[in-house]
């Protein structure tokens, strides 16, 4: 199993920037999928997840309102689009999955670390 992220760059204060997220190797229906991210000298804080059967994301408070976080299961992809970024918004996010069998992660877990068991390598935003 593999997650890819792409889409991060280099973005001005104000500006947009649209994550994906492709899960591969994987062939049962995917659960919940996260967004995390980790700035230097930082510990990885979780930013958005979603449970791929239904229901809204469930957002960090920094980024209520300016993140979105989507997925399409046929495609079993995650995305994240982010408006309004801020310089405090840089980081490496990566993607995270979790699919093990039978476990259920709690809707109060969604944006830890470890509630999920697969993660991809990151993609680098940066906000000036």
């Known amino acids: 199993v593999q997650l890819v992220e792409s889409g991060g760059g280099s973005v001005q204060a104000g500006g947009s920037l649209g994550l994906t997220c492709v899960v591969s190797?994987?062939?049962?229906?995917?659960?919940?999928m996260g967004w995390f991210r980790q700035g230097p000298g930082n510990q990885r804080e979780g930013v958005a997840g979603i449970y791929t059967g239904g229901g809204d994301g469930h957002y960090a408070d920094a980024v209520k309102g300016r993140f979105t976080i989507s997925h399409d299961n046929a495609e079993k992809t995650a995305y994240l689009q982010m408006n309004t970024l801020k310089p405090e918004d840089s980081g490496m996010y990566y993607c995270a999955a979790e699919l093990r069998p039978d476990y259920v992660l709690q809707v109060r877990n969604i944006l830890r670390t470890n509630g999920y068991n697969r993660w991809g390598r990151g993609t680098q935003v940066t906000v000036s």
């Open positions: 190797g994987y062939l049962y229906a995917l659960y919940c």
